[in-house]
């Protein structure tokens, strides 16, 4: 394929992808969206008060780069894991296996369209958590890196467990048993100061704690940890993702015989 | 002289489990050809046309599209190769219309140009009406007919039909084989077709190979199979009842029921003569029909027999050119 082929077919995967989030947004955009206006209400403005600052900072402010991440990660991983699985369950991956396309705009389709609802949901959170604080953006280029690099991240997470998924439930296992967990443990709604010094240093394992704080410390400008060493991380671990997925893909991983 | 559109050689896919579905098939389909590729269930046809479009992983063996091997440069075959599958493949959930567009769009076809080829082939497959309305809602006949439209959207010269009439009422299955027809002779669209109904086979296409665990044990033209079949038996259906069947000298005849004989008739034997026996005593006959398909007869006699005592001549249509690549 020349350059403009691949581009056709690469905007062709994305249109697609993103098509899809929007048709079924009752369940995609709506659900997240509800989920932390609960978060803000309860934990911001009920328990938040109570809390006091956390780092000279209003709780409900302390936690929205958190609850704006979650919502990025969980909807980056789950839209490509979702979608990469129904369209093997379907056999419409047939589709695109059979035409000329190569695997990384396979790949790289599902991915954009993973990261484009990551983002998008990330977006509605930031804008129903204004009705509750005020947020100043203290490094906005950081702030837009760290989300971007995280969604994409993410997204290939979930292209890989779709790849490896056998049935639906093996497409909920790592969301429910893995990216909760470590999100909820990754500093979201505390800072890692509060624990004993045995427990922050388990938590320094947590890739998910690095994404969080570097998002932190581009809104608000505080962080637990170094903000270049946990975009470093990142970037290591989206290549390293990215290579171990196109690798499956070559391979026919779990879609050819 | 011209690259077959489908070259085939060697060919071997031993599975995971150790099943050996094809056994080193050799096979090539001419350009502008309406082939058939006929075999029982679980004989390879579709390991066969799964490897040609990229679903199976082969073990060995060559595989050339237009001349192109796969091996070597796949992309490029695909451009060549349209692919109607037996089972539906596509979301159920998308439009008809998007269904098709974004397979042009993952063949880099520009949205100008796709959107006009995909409004004449929705025209002409009667699913115009049809184009905004989620794929899950078409009858299983439309659904045939979608697959058939997206594998014709990037104009393939070579396209690939599994079974495409599976499921479809006669009156539809017709009007597809017209079509069909028609992209073959008029546009030059060389034809693979896998299909349980042999009567299909033998009307639209002119070469054949059969295909049976994992081995190709026939491969010549249409007419050639045909001219093989020694005996036709056909179905008399009677004026009045019989209690025995009659003797019918020269013939073989069994009595099916009180109104119907079942006649069998050697080739090139007068049929005449038999009617005229029967027309003797008393035998009114009101209306014949061939008892089976007649590949259908030949097809359950090459399949049905173990695969040691089978004595059909094993591809002797081997090209040269294969055992070159063989050796």
Same mark, same amino acid.
């Given at each position: 394929?020349?350059?403009?082929?691949?581009?056709?077919?690469?905007?062709?995967?994305?249109?697609?992808?993103?098509?899809?989030?929007?048709?079924? %947004?009752?369940?995609?955009?709506?659900?997240?969206?509800?989920?932390?206006?609960?978060?803000?209400?309860?934990?911001?403005?009920?328990?938040?008060?109570?809390?006091?600052?956390?780092?000279?900072?209003?709780?409900?402010?302390?936690?929205?780069?958190?609850?704006?991440?979650?919502?990025?990660?969980?909807?980056?991983?789950?839209?490509?894991?979702?979608?990469?699985? =129904?369209?093997?369950?379907?056999? =419409?991956?047939?589709?695109?296996?059979?035409?000329?396309?190569?695997? %990384?705009?396979?790949?790289?389709?599902?991915?954009?369209?993973?990261?484009?609802?990551?983002?998008?949901?990330?977006?509605?959170?930031?804008?129903?958590?204004?009705?509750?604080?005020?947020?100043?953006?203290?490094?906005?280029?950081?702030?837009?890196?760290?989300?971007?690099?995280?969604?994409?991240?993410?997204?290939?997470?979930?292209?890989?467990?779709?790849?490896?998924?056998?049935?639906?439930?093996?497409?909920?296992?790592?969301?429910?048993?893995?990216?909760?967990?470590?999100?909820?443990?990754?500093?979201?709604?505390?800072?890692?100061?509060?624990?004993?010094?045995?427990?922050?240093?388990?938590?320094?394992?947590?890739?998910?704690?690095?994404?969080?704080?570097?998002?932190?410390?581009?809104?608000?400008?505080?962080?637990?940890?170094?903000?270049?060493?946990?975009?470093?991380?990142?970037?290591?671990?989206?290549?390293?993702? %990215?290579?171990?997925?196109? %690798?499956?893909?070559?391979?026919?991983?779990?879609?050819?015989? | 002289?011209?690259?077959?559109? $489908?070259?085939?050689?060697?060919?071997?896919?031993?599975?995971?489990?150790?099943?050996?579905?094809?056994?080193?098939?050799?096979?090539?389909?001419?350009?502008?050809?309406?082939?058939? $590729?006929?075999?029982?269930?679980?004989?390879?046809?579709?390991?066969? $046309?799964?490897?040609?479009?990229?679903?199976?992983?082969?073990?060995?063996? *060559?595989?050339?599209?237009?001349?192109?091997?796969?091996? *070597?440069?796949?992309?490029?075959?695909?451009?060549?190769?349209?692919?109607?599958?037996?089972?539906?493949?596509?979301? *159920?959930?998308?439009?008809?219309?998007?269904?098709?567009?974004?397979?042009?769009?993952?063949?880099?076809?520009?949205?100008?140009?796709?959107?006009?080829?995909?409004?004449?082939?929705?025209?002409?497959?009667?699913?115009?009406?049809?184009?905004?309305?989620?794929?899950?809602?078409?009858?299983?006949?439309?659904?045939?007919?979608?697959?058939?439209?997206?594998?014709?959207?990037?104009?393939?010269?070579?396209?690939?039909?599994?079974?495409?009439?599976?499921?479809?009422?006669?009156?539809?299955?017709?009007?597809?084989?017209?079509?069909?027809?028609?992209?073959?002779?008029?546009?030059?669209?060389?034809?693979?077709?896998?299909?349980?109904?042999?009567?299909?086979?033998?009307?639209?296409?002119?070469?054949?190979?059969?295909?049976?665990?994992?081995?190709?044990?026939?491969?010549?033209?249409?007419?050639?199979?045909?001219?093989?079949?020694?005996?036709?038996?056909?179905?008399?259906?009677?004026?009045?009842?019989?209690?025995?069947?009659?003797?019918?000298?020269?013939?073989?005849?069994?009595?099916?029921?009180?109104?119907?004989?079942?006649?069998?008739?050697?080739?090139?034997?007068?049929?005449?003569?038999?009617?005229?026996?029967?027309?003797?005593?008393?035998?009114?006959?009101?209306?014949?029909?061939?008892?089976?398909?007649?590949?259908?007869?030949?097809?359950?006699?090459?399949?049905?027999?173990?695969?040691?005592?089978?004595?059909?001549?094993?591809?002797?249509?081997?090209?040269?050119?294969?055992?070159?690549?063989?050796?």
């Amino acid at each position: 394929m020349n350059t403009r082929q691949l581009l056709i077919s690469l905007w062709t995967m994305v249109v697609k992808e993103v098509r899809r989030f929007l048709r079924i %947004w009752p369940q995609t955009l709506v659900p997240p969206s509800i989920t932390m206006t609960m978060y803000f209400i309860i934990f911001g403005n009920l328990i938040g008060s109570r809390v006091g600052e956390m780092h000279g900072i209003s709780y409900m402010s302390y936690i929205v780069p958190g609850l704006i991440m979650m919502s990025v990660i969980t909807n980056s991983y789950s839209n490509v894991a979702s979608s990469f699985f =129904s369209n093997k369950f379907q056999r =419409s991956v047939e589709e695109m296996m059979v035409s000329p396309m190569p695997n %990384w705009v396979i790949l790289a389709g599902f991915v954009i369209g993973g990261a484009a609802r990551g983002l998008g949901v990330g977006l509605i959170v930031t804008v129903v958590s204004l009705f509750f604080t005020h947020l100043d953006l203290h490094h906005p280029l950081l702030t837009l890196m760290v989300v971007i690099m995280t969604a994409l991240l993410f997204s290939i997470g979930g292209f890989v467990n779709a790849l490896l998924a056998k049935k639906f439930d093996d497409i909920s296992i790592i969301p429910i048993f893995v990216l909760t967990p470590l999100t909820y443990l990754g500093g979201v709604f505390y800072s890692i100061d509060l624990l004993p010094e045995f427990w922050q240093n388990v938590t320094m394992i947590n890739p998910i704690l690095y994404m969080v704080n570097a998002f932190r410390y581009g809104i608000l400008g505080i962080s637990d940890i170094p903000v270049g060493g946990a975009l470093v991380a990142i970037a290591i671990f989206i290549v390293a993702f %990215w290579f171990l997925a196109l %690798w499956m893909l070559n391979r026919g991983k779990g879609i050819r015989s | 002289m011209a690259e077959p559109a $489908l070259s085939i050689r060697g060919l071997t896919k031993v599975y995971g489990n150790g099943f050996e579905a094809l056994k080193g098939i050799d096979l090539d389909v001419a350009q502008g050809d309406f082939f058939a $590729l006929l075999g029982p269930n679980g004989a390879g046809k579709s390991t066969t $046309l799964g490897i040609v479009c990229s679903l199976v992983q082969k073990t060995a063996g *060559q595989v050339k599209i237009l001349g192109i091997d796969i091996d *070597q440069d796949f992309a490029k075959a695909k451009y060549a190769l349209g692919v109607v599958p037996q089972e539906f493949n596509f979301s *159920q959930f998308e439009k008809v219309e998007d269904i098709i567009l974004t397979q042009a769009g993952y063949y880099g076809m520009p949205m100008k140009e796709a959107r006009p080829r995909c409004e004449r082939l929705l025209k002409d497959l009667g699913l115009w009406d049809k184009r905004n309305g989620a794929a899950r809602m078409l009858s299983g006949g439309m659904k045939r007919r979608l697959m058939i439209a997206r594998a014709l959207i990037h104009r393939p010269r070579l396209l690939i039909l599994d079974e495409p009439t599976a499921g479809v009422d006669i009156e539809l299955r017709r009007s597809m084989w017209e079509y069909m027809r028609r992209i073959n002779e008029e546009e030059g669209t060389s034809i693979i077709l896998t299909t349980h109904y042999l009567e299909e086979a033998e009307s639209l296409c002119r070469n054949i190979a059969i295909i049976n665990r994992g081995e190709i044990i026939k491969n010549t033209s249409m007419r050639g199979l045909l001219t093989e079949l020694d005996t036709e038996t056909f179905l008399l259906d009677l004026a009045e009842p019989l209690e025995t069947a009659p003797l019918v000298k020269g013939f073989e005849i069994e009595r099916v029921d009180s109104h119907q004989l079942a006649l069998s008739v050697r080739k090139g034997t007068d049929l005449n003569d038999a009617f005229q026996q029967l027309t003797e005593q008393g035998v009114r006959v009101l209306s014949m029909r061939n008892r089976a398909n007649r590949l259908e007869e030949l097809f359950v006699s090459m399949t049905s027999q173990p695969e040691a005592a089978t004595g059909i001549d094993k591809q002797p249509e081997t090209s040269p050119q294969a055992k070159e690549t063989a050796s």
